[in-house]
Structure formats: structure tokens, C-alpha cells
């Protein structure tokens, strides 16, 4: 992403999807929302942290190959991801393999400093 926030090279002038609802597989997928379920599984024979992710549209599961846990990754964390959404052979849902991730606060009163600080 540019500094302009708009897509530059590959993805420039491709339609980005906003909500899980919208998104297609191999469709540019930025959306926000809630973890609801973590499990570890195998995807032709490589263990992945997979994460449940739920916008309130839909659900996508977030896959992080070789690995059993991310800090902050836990049912109830509210999460920005970014990623190419794939078809999963194993189920109905569509699969982010590796998503750039941002972990958001719960609410506005987190990201604020106590006036003693």
C-alpha cells in the first residue's frame, strides 16, 4: 500500500473487499473483526494456527502456517486482516493464508493514556 493508502503495483485497480460477505476467493480481502475460535490443523501435512475470524457478514478462517499461537490471537481479540482470501479444500469456509494482521482495542477508552502518565 502506498502512502496514499491506495494499492500500488499487482493489486492496483482491483476491487478490495470490504466485508467477508462480498469477498470471492482470490479476491483482496481488508476487513475487521472478531476472533471467535483458534484450533490447530493440518493442511497437506503442515500444522497452522487457524483462527476463526467473524465481521458480523460472514466468517473466514485466518491460516498461519508453522505456527501453534500468536500472542494476542485468542477468541474474543478484535483484529484488522489483510490478505488474499483462498478456497478451502476442507471445508466451507475461505481461508487467508499468512493475513497481515493488526490487533485493535476493544474500545476507544484503551487507546487513550491516563491523565497521571
Not at 22 to 29: I, N, V, Y
Not at 72 to 77: F, S
Amino acid at each position: 500500500m502506498s502512502q496514499n493508502g491506495k494499492h500500488d503495483g499487482w493489486f492496483a485497480g482491483r476491487p478490495i473487499a470490504t466485508t467477508i460477505a462480498e469477498t470471492r476467493a482470490r479476491q483482496r480481502l481488508v476487513a475487521e473483526g472478531v476472533v471467535t475460535d483458534t484450533d490447530i490443523r493440518q493442511w497437506a501435512g503442515v500444522p497452522a494456527l487457524a483462527c476463526a475470524l467473524d465481521d458480523g457478514t460472514g466468517q473466514v478462517v485466518l491460516a498461519f502456517t508453522g505456527r501453534q499461537e500468536l500472542p494476542g490471537l485468542v477468541p474474543g481479540a478484535r483484529v484488522r486482516v489483510e490478505a488474499t482470501a483462498m478456497i478451502d479444500p476442507h471445508g466451507p469456509l475461505l481461508v487467508l493464508w499468512n493475513p497481515r494482521y493488526e490487533l485493535l482495542a476493544e474500545s476507544e477508552n484503551e487507546l487513550r493514556v491516563p491523565p497521571e502518565w
